[in-house]
C-alpha cells in the first residue's frame, strides 16, 4: 500500500490464513455493507441539503426568504411553502421508503449465518463478522459470504459448482475447482485450523471474470486464478460443502465494486425543460425590472402627493422604492414556474411507466416475461428514436442451437434424401434418423441424414474422431439424474447443442474431474486424462484441451474460427481445406453458424517441456496472460482437420415486420455482431435489410487505414456519382450538418454497407470516423460484423456525437451492455445468454417483435402527451400570471395581487392541476392499431415539432393574450357597471373573485379543446375541479373560517354578492368566449386548409370506427443467388467460451431493381412490397386521403 492524497491505495493484497492478527495491520474492509445513505439522526439534515442541490427547490426557498420580508412581500408566506413543503415531503418520503428498503436488504444481508472456523472450531458468526484470512465453511444451497479461494470440498478433487444469477444473471451452473495441495485437506478441521498459506493477489477490482494471484505455502508457490474463486452471492450448488479462505470481504468485493452509479440519461425534453425555465426566469427579471422602474417614476411623479398614505420612513428615495418593488414582483410573478411542474412531470412519467408494464400484448407467454420499464425518465424519448442499434444473435435470432450438419473428412451430412437419392425439404413430416441403438440418446434431438449413422456404425475412424473431439474439447457440466437420464449444464446453448450431437451419435459425455474426462465411445466407458485446457479469448477466438487416451497416446483437440484454425493446419491439409471452405460456404448460404474442428498428436517429450514452460508461466506475477499465449500458439500449429459443424439459430418471430415497420417510421437500424460477416449478411436477407433489389452493398474488409479509406471513398463517389476531394463532397463549415442532411436526401436508390471489425478499428480513427458516419448514413442498411462490445458503443457514442440523434440499443447478452449503457436509449431481452443485459437496461422486453409496439405506440404517445401538458401548463401559468403585470399599471406599481391569496395557492395544486395530469397520462390523438398501421406519425416526434423552442414562443403569445382578455374585458366593464340593486361593481374584492372565476373556466374549456381522447377519468378531474373551485371559493368567503381566521380569510361574503349578479356572470362568459373563439377558429382553419397526418388518420377512425383497418403484410422476398451468408459462433468472453470468425466472401454488385424515380426515398422498397400487398385491398376514398 502506498499513500495517496491522505488515502490508502492497495496495489497488491496480502493475506495469511487463520491470522487475523497480521492481517488486521493492513485494515481490510470488514465484511459489513452499507447501501443505505441515511439513519435517523442525519436524515433530515442530508435528505435536505440533497433536495435543496437542485435549483429549482434553491430557487424557490429563495422565495420564500424574499416573502418573509415585510416591506417587499405582498404575498403571505404560506403561497410558496405550502407547494414547497409539500415536494419536498412527497420527495422525502420516496427517499426515506426506498433507503429504508436498503436498510432492510442490508441488514438482512449482513446477519446471515456463516460458519468461521476459530481456534479450530466452526462457529456460527454473522457475514458482519467475517474478516479477511478467515476459513468458511459453505454448505450446499447456501448464498457465499465474501470473495474466497476455494480450498476443498465434498466432491472428488476440490470441484464445486456454483449458480452466479445475482453477479451477471446466468442461471447456469459453473465450476471451480481447488488447488490439489489445499484440495487435500478436505474438512479435517485440525490440517484446516494450520492451514498457513500466504496470498498475493490483485488489489480489490471490479473484474468479475479475472482474478489473479500466487499462494505461498510450504515453500512452494502455487498459480490461482478466477476459476479458484467462489465471489460474493453464488449459490453454491450439487456440492454438500466446501471450505474457503477470505480475500476480500464486504465493500472490496467484485459484487460490491460492480454496484457503482448509472450514468444519468435526460430526455432531450428535460433538457429543453431546463433551457426555458432559465429563459423564464430572464424574461421574470425583465417584468420585474419593468415593474419596478415604474415604481421609481410612479413614486416620483405621482406618489409624492399621497401625503396621506402611512410610507415607511426608511424608503427615502423613489429609486430605493423601485428596487423594494421589482423584489416585491418577483415574488408575485414567480408562480409562471410553479415548482408543481416537476412534480406533474414525474407523475406522468410514472403514469406511462406503468402502462408499458401492463401491456399484455407486450407478454411473452413461453418464458413468463413482461414488458419492464425499468426507469421512468424516459419515456417521451421513446418517441423519438432515429437510430437503433441491435445486437444479432439472441436479439434478431432465438439463439437455441439445433446440430443441423456437419463436414467430416471431405463428407458433407445433414440433408434428407428419398428413397431415389433426391434430396428432400425437410419438414415436421419428415421422418428423423432411429437412434435407438444408443440408450443414452437424447430423445428431443432430432437429424435426418441416416449416412452419418451407419458410418458411426461401420465404424469410420474420421467419423469416431470428429464426434470424440465434440464430446472432449468443452467446458460443459454434466449432471446424472439417472442411469440413461442426463443434464447438460452449458455455459452457452451452442456448446450445449455440440455435446448434444455427439452423444446421439454414440460419444457421450458423462462426467469430468479436474484431471480425468468420462465418455462413453459406442456403449464403453473411457476414461481420458485432462493434461491442459488452452482457454478461449477474444483474440484467440478457439478453445483446445490435450488429452492423453488409456493407451498413453497424448493428442491435442482444437475447435474454433475457420480463419483461425485454417491458418494453424498441417500442408498435408490444403486439399482438404478447400473442400471444407466449400462446405461452410454452402452451410453458411442457409444462415448456419459453423465451426472447424482439429488435432494434432504430441510427443510425450515434446509436451513435458512445453508442461514445464506452461506452469512457469501460469505461477508469473507479472505478463502471465502474453506469456500463455506465446504458449499456446506455439503448440496449436500442425493440426490435422478434422471437418466442421453447423448449427441452426432461427429468427425470432415477428422480426422482418418489425423491422419494416420501424425502417417506414423512418428509423434506421444498424446490426453491430460478433458474428462473422457471411452469418451476419445472410441474417440480414432473412430480416429484409438486404435485398437483391440494392443498387450496391458496399463491403469494407480493408486491414490498413489507407486501404479502409480508400475503400470508404470509393464507396462516396459511387454513390454520389462525383469524385471525393480529400474525403469531403463539401467543406468543413458551419451548416455542415445541414448540408448532410441535404446530401443524405438527394442519394438516389437503396445502399447497404457491411464493414469487418479490423475494418471499423481504423474507419473509429479521428481522422476518418466523420467520412465513416457520412457514408454509414447515406446506407438504408448498415451491418457491422465481428465487433467487440467496446467498438459497438464507440460506434453508438460516435452517432449520438456527430448525428445529434437520438438513439437505442438493444440486445440480450453481457457483450451488449456497453452499447446499452452509451445509448440514449437501452433495451434488454430476457434472452438465453443470461440477464445482464437487462440488468443494466432501461427498458427490458421478451422478444425483438415487441420493440414496434414500445416505440410506434407507448413511445409516440409519451412523447404526445408530455408535449402537450408542457404547452398547455406554461399557457394556464402565463395566462395566469401575467394579469398581475397588467394590474401593476392601474395599482401604482405597488406589488398589489389581483387574486386572493388562497386562490394564488391553490390555483396549481388543486383547481388545474388535475385535468392536465388526466390529460398528460390518458391522451392520444390515434388508437394503438393506427399507430402501428400508419408508422409515419412517428416521424414529429423525430423531428421534435410537438414542442420545440418554437412551440413555447406561441405558447408565450396565447398565454399574454388570455392574459390582456382576462385582465381589460373585466376592468373595462367594472368602470361603468352597476349591480341589480343600483350600487357600483368596482369594488378590489369582486374584480379579484370576477377576474379568479374567468381564468378556472377558461383553462376548463382549453384543456377540453386539447384533449384528443375523453375518459371517464377526464371529465371527472375537469369538471370535478370547476366544483371544487366553487366549493372552496364559497367556503373561503364564508363568516365562520372569517371569524376564526379574521386577518387569513379577509374575502368575507365576497363570493356570495358577487356571484348572484348577471352582470358578472355575463363579463365571465365574454371574457372566456374571447379566450377560446381565436383557438378554435385557427384550429378549424388549420385542419381543413392544412391537416396533419394524425388528423386525416383520426378522421378515417371516426368516419369508419365500425369497420376493421386493413392489414398490411410484408410480403416475404425470395432468396437468390447474390446472397452471401456466413458461419460463425460469437459468445461473451469466459470460461471455455468460443468465437468463430468468417471468410471475406466478396459480393456479385446486385443488380439495381428500382432506377430514378423509384428510388427517391430510403424506404422505397418497404414502401414498394406494401403497395403491392395492398394493391388487392379495396380502400375507401376517406382512407385514400391518407398517404403514408
Known amino acids: 500500500m502506498k499513500l495517496c492524497r491522505e488515502k490508502l491505495v492497495e496495489e497488491e493484497r496480502r493475506v495469511i490464513a487463520n491470522n487475523r492478527e497480521y492481517n488486521e495491520k493492513f485494515e481490510y474492509a470488514s465484511n459489513r455493507i452499507k447501501t443505505s445513505k441515511y439513519n435517523v439522526i442525519t436524515f433530515l439534515p442530508i435528505n435536505l441539503f440533497e433536495q435543496f442541490q437542485r435549483v429549482a427547490n434553491a430557487y424557490f426557498l429563495f422565495l420564500l426568504l424574499l416573502q418573509l420580508i415585510p416591506h417587499i412581500s405582498s404575498l403571505s408566506w404560506f403561497t410558496t411553502i405550502v407547494p414547497l413543503v409539500l415536494v419536498l415531503t412527497i420527495t422525502a418520503v420516496k427517499d426515506a421508503t426506498d433507503d429504508y428498503f436498503r436498510y432492510k436488504s442490508d441488514n438482512q444481508v449482513n446477519n446471515r449465518q456463516s460458519q468461521v472456523l476459530i481456534d479450530g472450531k466452526l462457529q456460527n458468526e454473522k457475514w458482519m463478522n467475517v474478516r479477511v484470512g478467515d476459513v468458511i465453511k459453505l454448505e450446499n444451497d447456501q448464498f457465499v459470504a465474501a470473495d474466497i479461494l476455494l480450498l476443498s470440498s465434498s466432491e472428488p478433487h476440490g470441484l464445486s459448482y456454483v449458480e452466479t444469477a445475482e453477479l451477471d444473471g446466468e442461471t447456469n451452473l459453473k465450476v471451480r475447482q481447488a488447488l490439489t495441495v489445499t484440495a487435500e485437506l478436505g474438512a479435517d478441521m485440525s490440517q484446516l485450523a494450520e492451514f498457513d498459506g500466504e496470498i498475493i493477489c490483485e488489489p480489490p477490482n471490479n473484474k468479475l471474470d479475472k482474478f489473479t494471484g500466487t499462494l505461498f505455502w510450504k515453500d512452494k508457490k502455487y498459480s490461482l486464478n478466477n476459476e479458484k474463486m467462489l465471489l460474493r452471492s453464488c449459490v453454491l450448488r450439487n456440492t454438500e460443502w466446501c471450505f474457503g479462505l477470505v480475500i476480500f470481504a464486504g465493500p472490496d468485493t467484485k459484487l460490491m465494486q460492480n454496484s457503482g452509479h448509472t450514468k444519468l440519461k435526460r430526455t432531450s425534453i428535460d433538457r429543453l425543460m431546463n433551457t426555458l425555465v432559465l429563459w423564464i426566469f430572464g424574461f421574470l427579471i425583465c417584468m420585474g425590472t419593468i415593474l419596478g422602474i415604474g415604481n421609481s417614476i410612479w413614486d416620483y411623479e405621482v406618489g409624492i402627493d399621497f401625503h396621506f398614505l402611512p410610507w415607511d420612513r426608511w424608503v427615502k428615495n423613489s429609486i430605493f422604492s423601485g428596487f423594494l418593488s421589482f423584489w416585491s414582483y418577483i415574488i408575485i410573478l414567480n408562480t409562471v414556474v410553479p415548482i408543481s411542474l416537476y412534480v406533474s412531470v414525474e407523475v406522468i412519467r410514472l403514469g406511462h411507466s406503468y402502462f408499458i408494464n401492463w401491456d399484455r400484448k407486450m407478454y411473452f407467454a413461453p418464458k413468463n416475461t413482461s414488458a419492464e420499464a425499468r426507469t421512468t425518465t424516459l419515456n417521451e424519448e421513446l418517441g423519438q428514436i432515429e437510430y437503433i442499434f441491435s445486437d444479432k444473435t439472441g436479439t434478431l435470432t432465438q439463439n437455441i442451437m439445433i446440430f443441423n450438419k456437419c463436414s467430416i473428412n471431405g463428407k458433407a451430412y445433414g440433408d434428407a434424401y428419398d428413397e431415389l437419392g433426391g434430396k428432400m425439404e425437410i419438414s415436421e413430416r419428415t421422418c428423423p434418423v432411429d437412434f435407438s441403438f444408443n440408450s443414452l440418446a437424447d430423445s428431443k434431438f432430432r437429424f435426418y441424414d441416416s449416412s452419418l449413422v451407419e458410418a458411426i456404425k461401420l465404424g469410420d475412424p474420421s467419423v469416431h474422431e470428429f464426434f470424440r473431439l465434440l464430446s472432449l474439447c468443452h467446458t460443459v457440466m454434466s449432471e446424472e439424474k439417472s442411469e440413461a437420464e442426463l443434464c447438460y449444464q452449458a455455459q452457452s446453448p451452442d456448446e450445449g447443442a455440440l455435446v448434444t450431437a455427439a452423444r446421439n451419435f454414440g460419444f457421450v459425455f458423462r462426467s469430468r474431474t479436474p484431471e480425468t474426462i468420462t465418455i462413453n465411445e459406442m456403449g464403453k466407458p473411457v476414461v481420458y486424462r485432462l493434461l491442459a485446457i488452452l482457454d478461449f479469448n477474444n483474440m484467440r477466438k478457439r478453445m483446445s484441451v490435450i488429452v492423453q487416451n488409456p493407451e498413453g497416446q497424448i493428442r491435442l483437440y482444437s475447435k474454433g474460427a475457420d480463419t483461425i484454425l485454417f491458418e494453424r493446419l498441417h500442408p498435408s491439409n490444403e486439399e482438404l481445406m478447400y473442400v471444407t471452405s466449400d462446405h461452410l460456404s454452402e452451410f453458411a448460404g442457409e444462415g448456419l453458424r459453423t465451426l472447424v474442428l482439429a488435432y494434432r498428436d504430441l510427443d510425450e517429450a515434446y509436451f513435458n517441456k512445453w508442461q514445464k514452460m506452461h506452469y512457469h508461466a501460469s505461477t508469473a506475477l507479472e505478463n502471465r496472460d502474453e506469456q500463455l499465449s506465446a504458449l499456446y500458439e506455439d503448440i496449436e500449429q500442425d493440426l490435422m482437420l478434422l471437418g466442421a459443424t453447423a448449427v441452426e439459430d432461427k429468427l425470432q418471430e415477428g422480426v422482418s415486420d418489425t423491422i419494416a415497420n420501424l425502417t417506414l417510421a423512418n428509423i434506421k437500424i444498424w446490426v453491430l455482431t460478433g458474428d462473422k460477416q457471411e452469418t451476419a449478411v445472410n441474417i440480414g436477407y432473412s430480416c429484409n435489410m438486404l435485398t437483391d433489389d440494392m443498387n450496391d452493398i458496399f463491403i469494407i474488409s480493408g486491414r490498413t487505414v489507407l486501404e479502409v479509406r480508400e475503400e470508404i471513398r470509393g464507396a462516396r463517389e459511387q454513390m454520389m456519382g462525383k469524385p471525393i476531394c480529400n474525403g469531403h463532397v463539401f467543406p468543413e463549415k458551419n451548416g455542415t450538418s445541414q448540408l448532410r442532411s ?381 446472397r452471401r451468408s456466413g458461419y460463425a459462433f460469437a459468445h461473451q468472453e469466459g470460461f471455455g467460451e468460443l468465437i468463430t470468425s468468417g471468410r471475406n466472401m466478396r459480393f456479385n454488385n446486385p443488380s439495381p431493381a428500382l432506377t430514378g424515380k423509384f428510388m427517391l426515398s430510403s424506404t422505397s422498397w418497404i414502401e414498394n412490397l406494401r403497395k403491392k400487398t395492398t394493391d388487392s385491398v379495396s380502400i375507401n376514398s376517406s382512407e385514400k386521403n391518407v398517404k403514408l
Not at 480513427?765 to 467520412?771: G, P, V
Not at 445482464?836 to 427490458?844: F, G, I, P, R
Open 742 to 1122: 441535404v446530401v443524405e436526401e438527394t442519394v438516389v436508390g437503396d445502399f447497404a454497407l457491411i464493414i469487418n471489425g479490423h475494418s471499423l478499428a481504423h474507419a473509429l480513427e479521428a481522422d476518418m470516423k466523420q467520412e465513416f458516419l457520412d457514408l454509414a448514413s447515406m446506407c438504408r442498411t448498415v451491418i457491422c460484423c465481428r465487433v467487440t462490445p467496446l467498438q459497438k458503443a464507440q460506434v453508438v457514442e460516435l452517432v449520438k456525437m456527430y448525428k445529434k440523434a437520438v438513439t437505442l440499443a438493444i440486445g440480450d447478452g453481457a457483450n451488449d451492455v456497453s452499447m446499452i449503457k452509451t445509448a440514449h436509449i437501452g433495451v434488454g431481452i430476457s434472452g438465453q445468454e443470461g440477464m445482464q443485459a437487462v440488468l443494466a437496461s432501461d427498458y427490458s422486453i421478451g422478444q425483438f417483435r415487441y420493440l414496434q409496439r414500445l416505440l410506434l405506440v407507448h413511445g409516440r404517445w409519451s412523447y404526445l402527451r408530455m408535449c402537450r401538458f408542457l404547452y398547455y401548463f406554461f399557457y394556464k401559468n402565463f395566462a395566469f400570471t401575467l394579469v398581475h403585470f397588467w394590474f401593476g399599471f392601474f395599482c401604482g406599481f405597488s406589488a398589489q395581487t389581483v387574486y386572493d391569496q388562497w386562490f394564488i395557492t391553490l390555483y396549481n395544486i388543486v383547481y388545474t392541476s388535475l385535468p392536465v395530469l388526466a390529460m398528460g397520462i390518458f391522451d392520444q390523438d390515434v388508437n394503438e392499431q393506427k399507430s402501428l398501421v400508419y408508422t409515419r406519425l412517428y416521424e414529429p416526434g423525430q423531428l421534435n415539432l410537438l414542442f420545440n423552442k418554437r412551440e413555447f414562443f406561441i405558447c408565450i403569445i396565447h398565454g399574454v393574450y388570455t392574459s390582456i382578455v382576462l385582465f381589460f374585458v373585466p376592468y373595462g366593464a367594472f368602470c361603468d357597471s352597476t349591480r341589480d340593486d343600483g350600487q357600483h361593481l368596482s369594488d378590489y374584492q369582486s374584480f379579484a373573485v370576477t377576474v379568479a372565476t374567468s381564468l378556472v373556466m377558461v383553462v376548463s374549456v382549453q384543456i377540453g379543446l386539447d384533449t384528443s381522447y375523453w375518459t371517464a377519468v377526464n371529465h371527472f378531474f375537469i369538471w370535478g375541479s370547476v366544483m371544487v373551485y366553487f366549493s372552496i371559493l364559497f367556503a373561503m368567503h364564508s363568516n365562520g373560517l372569517f371569524s376564526i381566521f379574521p386577518s387569513q380569510f379577509p374575502f368575507v361574503g365576497n363570493a356570495r354578492n358577487s356571484l348572484i349578479h348577471v352582470t358578472v356572470w355575463l363579463i365571465i362568459i365574454v371574457t372566456t368566449v374571447m379566450c377560446i373563439i381565436p383557438v378554435v377558429v385557427f384550429r378549424f382553419l388549420k385542419l381543413d386548409l392544412k391537416p396533419s397526418l394524425s388528423d386525416k388518420v383520426r378522421y378515417m377512425q371516426r368516419a369508419r370506427k365500425k369497420l376493421r383497418p386493413a392489414q398490411h403484410r410484408m410480403r416475404r422476398v425470395n432468396r437468390t443467388s447474390s
